[in-house]
């Protein structure tokens, strides 16, 4: 009996006039060939150091992962070229194992009748629209858990001459907020006023030898990471960053980004390895994903923000929120001034709900109301912050209400209620965050980002600026303001 190697395709139908996915077997002489009868014109080939399946009627598409069906689940084996004849398939429990190419056939060791499946990306040559192919095909096969349709078109902002500013608060602004936030996260705000009175500055921090200097947790390493591999990639790449947040240690990693981070390191490929998680995690770093395309249009935004959000948290309302956060992101960058009070939660309505839709079924678990409400995350933030805005004067008012942890019911109407009332005022709206929710570190560096975007750094205290250690890993103090002019020098200052 011969072991099977299937092909699995972005989806039959995106394929016009295929019906189902077309599969490879393992001929006498060890060549992969068309199992199914159609001779139409493919071959495999490496470049751009992948490996690829080139179809002349289909398209290219990247082999990522070969997958093995056994007793204990899916064994997954990263695809990977060696050399412009020979690719490696790995994975950390064994030893890897050579597929070679000669005359555009996969020759290989495939050992016993098991079907084997080869994951597959859409793939192009211009970076532009990559992306898009990818989630497209994500999308159509089930793998990522959203349809998005009908979100208002991105265009992008002007360059005007404020940018740069804006860019530099917006991360910033994300920085300052975590790090205020760091020594007391998680405590209830009564808690944390009885222990430290109003915080205001930055508290003493055993990772600094006990100096009040800013030093970051998790929210600010993943987003400078995230930075740096725009930076390195030029684009955002999926798995270059997937990579890089599993190179160091985290600072106060969440539960979500520990089983990401486990699973995609034994070799899952990470839309499996994300979780459905609604916390808070992936929206914290979603910022940067803005900085390639301040000053462009089109939908690669669009398709980068879903991407890089699913990356981890592979969950409708987490999805929702990213893109929603960062188009936002990019209107305050281009504004003149604060936005009225009521822009905040219709504009992320706006922007959420295509992407997370009408279906999706989250319950809000603390406080009052818990329990009584259910329904998509955009219909909560419609239904406590539009139409009455009387209705929660100050943020303690609607925490009362919602709590404020990492649950994304808990988080969003947190951040957007702190902006609501405070967002005129960059400095108050931080303190507030810091002071009157549990998960302070996370929704400040929120906050901070929205009102450094609004009104750039040059807004935010000069003392805040001052104390930034500025570390994104355990010792390399003065990476942040590095990383932030090596982005506005990239994307702002060079267009």
Not at 122 to 140: C, F, K, P, Q, Y
Request: hydrophobic fraction near 40%; aromatic fraction near 8%.
């Amino acid at each position: 009996m011969t072991s099977t190697i299937a092909v699995r395709a972005p989806a039959a139908e995106s394929w016009e006039g295929v019906r189902r996915l077309p599969s490879f077997h393992r001929s006498d002489s060890g060549a992969a060939q068309w199992y199914d009868g159609r001779s139409t014109g493919f071959r495999f080939l490496v470049t751009s150091k992948n490996l690829f399946l080139d179809d002349a009627d289909r398209g290219r598409f990247r082999v990522t992962h070969l997958a093995r069906p056994g007793s204990t689940g899916v064994t997954w084996l990263s695809c990977r070229a060696v050399d412009e004849q020979t690719v490696s398939l790995s994975n950390p429990r064994e030893p890897a194992r050579q597929l070679t190419i000669r005359d555009g056939d996969l020759h290989g060791d495939l050992p016993g009748d098991e079907t084997y499946t080869f994951m597959l990306e859409a793939w192009s040559n211009d970076t532009e629209v990559r992306n898009r192919m990818l989630l497209e095909g994500l999308i159509a096969q089930g793998r990522i858990s959203v349809s998005p349709s009908g979100i208002p078109t991105y265009t992008g902002i002007r360059w005007h001459d404020g940018l740069a500013d804006r860019v530099d608060g917006m991360l910033l602004g994300l920085a300052i907020g975590d790090a205020l936030g760091n020594t007391s996260e998680g405590l209830d705000p009564a808690r944390r006023r009885e222990l430290h009175g109003e915080i205001r500055d930055y508290l003493p921090n055993s990772s600094a030898q006990g100096r009040p200097v800013g030093v970051p947790t998790d929210d600010t390493q993943l987003s400078f990471w995230t930075v740096e591999s725009l930076l390195e990639e030029g684009r955002l790449d999926p798995d270059a960053l997937a990579r890089k947040f599993g190179a160091s240690r985290v600072h106060g990693i969440g539960q979500t980004m520990e089983r990401f981070l486990a699973a995609n390191g034994a070799g899952v490929p990470w839309p499996e390895a994300a979780p459905r998680s609604a916390g808070n995690g992936a929206l914290m770093r979603i910022a940067p994903v803005i900085l390639p395309h301040l000053l462009t249009s089109g939908e690669t935004f669009h398709a980068d923000a879903i991407i890089c959000a699913a990356l981890t948290h592979n969950d409708p309302a987490s999805i929702s929120s990213c893109l929603a956060f960062a188009r936002m992101l990019v209107d305050l960058a281009g504004m003149d001034g604060p936005p009225e009070p009521g822009w905040w939660p219709v504009a992320f309505i706006r922007y959420a709900r295509p992407v997370e839709g009408e279906e999706t079924s989250y319950s809000l678990r603390q406080g009052p109301h818990a329990g009584r409400f259910t329904g998509p995350l955009w219909r909560f933030v419609e239904e406590r912050l539009v139409g009455d805005a009387q209705r929660y004067p100050d943020l303690p008012s609607g925490v009362a209400d919602w709590s404020s942890g990492s649950y994304l019911l808990e988080t969003v109407p947190s951040v957007l209620l702190t902006l609501m009332r405070h967002a005129d005022d960059p400095e108050e709206a931080i303190i507030r965050a810091v002071n009157d929710t549990r998960d302070n570190d996370t929704i400040a560096s929120i906050v901070g980002a929205a009102v450094g975007a609004l009104h750039g750094g040059d807004a935010l205290p000069a003392r805040w600026k001052d104390g930034l250690s500025g570390r994104v890993r355990s010792s390399d103090d003065g990476s942040v303001p590095r990383l932030i002019k090596a982005a506005v020098d990239r994307w702002v200052n060079s267009a």
